[in-house]
Each structure stands twice: as structure tokens, then as C-alpha cells.
């Protein structure tokens, strides 16, 4: 009986310890997609030396529909 319990034991501690990487994945991912869209939202206002070399120079944005 002891053995079942400690393999019980184990498994609630396994299902415990699953649950908690996976919220950690997903606040990871959720971090990840924040950045992502941090980055492409910020590709245009990045200072170049485009815009002071050729006065009114304007880059460009990339559309990137998959980052």
C-alpha cells in the first residue's frame, strides 16, 4: 500500500509540476508575440543616416505578415 501511495504521491507531484511549465510556456509565448510585434512596428522609426543624408528620405515598411 505504501508503494501506491508514494507512486500516487509522485504523479500528482509530475501533473503539478506539467501544469506549471505550461503556464510558464505561455507567458513565454505571450512574451515573444509582444516583441515580435514590438519589432515590426518599430522597423520605420529606427534613426538611419539615410534620412540625414538624403534630407526627406523615407524608408519604406516592410509588411511582414509572419515574424
Known amino acids: 500500500m505504501a508503494k501506491k501511495a508514494s507512486t ?3 504523479e ?5 509540476e506539467v501544469a506549471m511549465l505550461k ?3 505561455a507567458e ?3 512574451d515573444l508575440a509582444i516583441l515580435k510585434k514590438a519589432a515590426v512596428d ?3 522609426q529606427r534613426n538611419t543616416h539615410f534620412k540625414y543624408l538624403f ?3 523615407e524608408a519604406q515598411c516592410l509588411s511582414w ?3
Do not use: D, K
Not at 500528482?12 to 503539478?16: S, V
Open 65 to 67: 505578415s509572419r515574424v
Open 55 to 57: 534630407g526627406r528620405f
Open 28 to 30: 513565454q509565448q505571450e
Open 23 to 25: 503556464r510558464q510556456l
Open 8 to 10: 500516487s504521491q509522485r
Open 42 to 44: 518599430s522597423i520605420c
Open 12 to 16: 500528482a507531484e509530475l501533473q503539478a
